[in-house]
């Protein structure tokens, strides 16, 4: 490995041990070797720095830094600050590279004269092994920017690589726990610097109930807040249609409805509904929301269970 490794692979992990010996396994095989691993214990708990420590004999390529629980989007940036590498690519503890995904995306680089964002496809996988899924992304003519393009295909972390140059001026914000990464690479596209997409499948993310967005119990509420945060973000909101950025309130309201529905705040859930129909009357499935509505009114319930008993005698 050169003084100055092509790569730096920046991994935040908190509490994840169980899976990191698979994930440091998938870059111990990867066909390019001149990187360096910087992995940022985020203030863990369990056995996480004695299995690093273990594991560094064997991986000479690996800077294990540790600093007091302050988030993800930190560690990340903690990461940044200590890269040496050209590019930098991130992996989560609990995903996994196919071998030749630093080498494909060097072969891509090597095309590319200015500083970019690079991004590969996305394979879902399930923690019992049961199925795969490759990703579909929106293809990017269906989009009048950069900025909506990586706003609407949510690219994951452990598919994008981005020069040092880039994340040394614009990195995560760290306030934000949900939906940092597509905030960041929406700062990104909308400073012009290119979007690059490399159409080979070599980025592997698990899918299983330790993820963040399963962990926290509110995700909506966080989510709203990066998406308004883009757009108050002058250089991002230039770069949205009007079009892109109703759909995507739209879409959001529609969330908080369904985040509602199971829960006994019945006079929240019908001003949200009645404050969506007035705003979205073309929203498809509004006959519905307007019977949740009806159901969550004082009397709903005595008529719901009315409407119920109908069906069950064959009345329409």
């Known amino acids: 490995m050169s003084t ?26 990867q066909t390019f070797q001149d990187y360096e691993h910087i992995i940022v214990d985020d203030g863990s708990t369990d ?14 390529q690996i800077l294990y830094i540790k600093q007091e629980n302050k988030g993800r989007s930190v560690a990340r940036n903690v990461g ?37 964002f690079f991004h590969t496809g996305l394979i879902w996988f ?19 920017s950069d900025v909506e393009y990586v706003i609407a295909n949510e690219f ?24 940092e990464d597509i905030e960041l690479w929406a700062r990104i596209a909308a400073a012009s610097y290119p979007v690059v997409e490399v159409a080979t499948y070599t980025a592997k993310l698990r899918v299983h109930e330790g993820n963040t967005q399963n962990v926290v119990k509110d995700n909506i509420s966080p989510r709203i807040k990066a998406f308004a945060k883009l ?23 529609e969330l908080e409805i369904r985040s509602l529905e199971n829960t006994k705040q019945r006079w929240l859930l019908s001003r949200k509904l009645i404050l969506f129909l007035i705003k979205y009357p073309e929203a498809p499935r509004n006959t519905a929301k307007v019977v949740t509505l009806l159901y969550n009114l004082p009397g709903g319930q005595l008529l719901k269970s009315l409407v119920a008993k109908t069906k069950r005698q064959g009345v329409d």
């Open 4 to 29: 100055k490794p092509f790569f730096t692979i920046i991994t935040p992990t908190y509490n994840r041990a169980s899976f990191l010996e698979e994930m440091i396994a998938s870059v111990a095989a």
């Open 47 to 60: 056995e996480t720095e004695q299995l690093i420590s273990g594991l560094k004999e064997n991986h000479p």
């Open 80 to 116: 940044i600050e200590a890269a040496k590498g050209k590019y930098v690519c991130f992996l989560d503890s609990d995903d996994v590279w196919l071998p030749q995904h630093l080498q494909t995306l060097e072969v891509a680089t090597s095309k590319q004269k200015t500083p970019a």
């Open 126 to 144: 399930y923690e019992d092994g049961t199925a795969e899924r490759l990703v579909k992304y929106a293809e990017r003519n269906s989009f009048s």
């Open 156 to 179: 994951a972390p452990n598919c994008v690589c981005i020069h040092h140059t880039i994340l040394k001026e614009i990195q995560f914000d760290a306030e934000l726990y949900i939906n």
């Open 231 to 253: 757009l108050g973000n002058t250089e991002v909101r230039k770069n949205l249609s009007s079009v892109f950025i109703r759909n995507n309130k739209r879409g959001f309201s």
